[in-house]
């Protein structure tokens, strides 16, 4: 079952920014501000193990930093080579100044 969690404050990521998220029973997140729009994904690149936060964030696009290949941070679909496998999404819930995920966190 999928579990509220808080991830950071909204004044935390600007616009155009991303930020990369820890969670306790999570995998690392990646969270993105598409214009005041939050996104949230895997931080962890399906081609190899990189973290995308170090990466570089254009647009709806996340490049990853190791093999330049990229994602669509809406859907984690793969947009580029050698990236073939989508990410992992989650929802973004924006309530008063909180950023909060939906995930199935293990106990
Ligand atoms: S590790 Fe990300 S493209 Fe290779």
Known sequence: MNTRVKVCKLGDIAPGEMKPVDVA?????ALFN?????Y???NICTHNIAMLTDGYFEGEVVECPLHG??????????????CE?????YPVIVE????????????
């Open 40 to 42: 949230a994904t895997s």
């Open 69 to 82: 290949g990229s994602f669509d941070i809406k859907t984690g679909e793969p947009l580029s080579f050698p």
């Open 85 to 89: 496998i989508a990410l992992q999404t």
């Open 96 to 107: 008063g100044d909180e950023i909060y995920i939906e995930a199935e966190v293990e106990a």
């Open 25 to 29: 029973g999570l995998k690392p997140i």
């Open 34 to 38: 598409l214009d005041g729009t939050h």
